[in-house]
């Protein structure tokens, strides 16, 4: 028994030798998941600004290029159409090319958009940058908070999980509050910024190690999990929990969309697909693309009124990433939806106000 077991042991060493267990009391060194998650993050600071875009814009725009409402409506609406691809092709993608990969053709897609902007001088240009800003979101939208995860430790997860979401507020934000200073082009010129930044950025950091062990390769996921967790720290337990998940998913058999109508998934499924469809259906992207115009019909300054819409979308995201582990989630999604119930009653009734 005890020579097999022998025998063994240094199978698994061949195999493995990278699993060698490295100093156990060193504490892992994280930097590189912080800047990891940094630089991932300005995909969601991509779309949160890219979001935002259209409302101080609206004004500008239709003045200098002569669009009409309808017309500029289009340009406003034209990104939720690229996102929709985006968001069908986004797992195909991350899975083929990598989530560096799929972070990298999605911040070009937008670098893209962002230049037929600048440089539009009819509608047609700047519904083909906000299409292809669209379709670069879509998979963003997808890979970032995938990516973030797979990269950050157990204990970590929570609390960088809710950078995808800050970091989507503070780009809409940041949009608002530099839009009232500056021109539509110039805007358009600071949504290149994040792209600029998080194509370079993917240069100096590792792949996702949970996608390379899908692909497996060995060494480079070796590499990528010690560069992440520093060259002292023991990765060998995470090692082969991430490759025994990958095995186990593989395993599994390949699901259908009626696996989703199983009396086992149908409660989950329609909580919720539910919850994010009435996200939308609710119009909050049609207050969030217009707020600059629903000010100004309104006799607001609409120039105060985005940059304290702005303030407010950052505080309460910011109160929401501190008490959801606290609370719970059902608790904050009933006030939020009650806080949604009375605006838009609001607005609705403002709206009617005018035309009595």
């Not at 935002?52 to 939720?80: D, K, N, R, V």
């Not at 053709?105 to 962002?114: A, E, R």
Request: hydrophobic share 50%.
């Amino acid at each position: 028994m005890e020579k097999g077991h022998d025998h063994h042991e240094e199978e698994v060493n061949v195999k493995e030798p990278f699993l060698e267990r490295r100093n156990e009391g060193q504490e892992d060194a994280l930097h590189m998941v912080f800047l990891s998650t940094a630089v991932a993050v300005c995909g969601s600071f991509i779309f949160g600004s890219s979001i935002g875009y259209s409302a101080p814009a609206q004004y500008h725009i239709m003045e200098e290029l002569g669009l009409t409402l309808s017309q500029y409506s289009i340009f406003g609406s034209t990104i939720t159409i690229g996102a929709m691809v985006g968001a069908l092709t986004c797992g195909k993608i991350a899975d083929t090319i990598g989530r560096k990969g799929g972070m990298s053709l999605s911040s070009i897609f937008c670098t893209f958009g962002w230049i037929a902007i600048i440089l539009a001088k009819n509608p047609e240009m700047l519904y083909l940058g906000r299409l292809l800003i669209g379709y670069g979101i879509g998979n963003l939208s997808y890979i970032v908070p995938v990516f973030v995860g797979e990269i950050t430790p157990s204990k970590l997860r929570g609390a960088l999980g809710t950078l995808n979401q800050l970091f989507i507020i503070i780009g809409l934000s940041a949009s608002y509050v530099i839009g009232t200073f500056v021109g539509w082009r110039t805007l358009a010129l600071f949504g290149l910024v994040p792209c600029v930044i998080l194509l370079f950025g993917l240069l100096v950091i590792p792949e996702s190690p949970r996608w390379l062990a899908m692909r497996g390769n060995e060494e480079e996921f070796e590499k990528a999990l010690r560069k992440l967790r520093g060259p002292n720290a023991n990765i060998y337990e995470e090692a082969h929990l991430i490759k025994d998940n990958v095995a186990a998913l593989q395993l599994l058999p390949k699901a259908t969309v009626m696996n989703l109508f199983d009396r086992t998934n149908i409660r989950p499924v329609f909580i919720a697909v539910g919850l994010m469809a009435f996200q939308q259906i609710i119009g909050i992207n049609g207050i969030v693309y217009y707020s600059s115009f629903i000010f100004r019909s309104a006799g607001f300054d609409p120039h105060l009124g985005s940059i304290l819409y702005a303030i407010i979308q950052v505080i309460v995201t910011g109160i929401n990433a501190v008490l959801v582990d606290w609370t719970g989630r059902r608790p904050l999604l009933l006030v939020s939806a009650s806080g949604l119930l009375t605006g838009s009653l609001l607005t609705a009734i403002s709206f009617l106000l005018k035309v009595l």
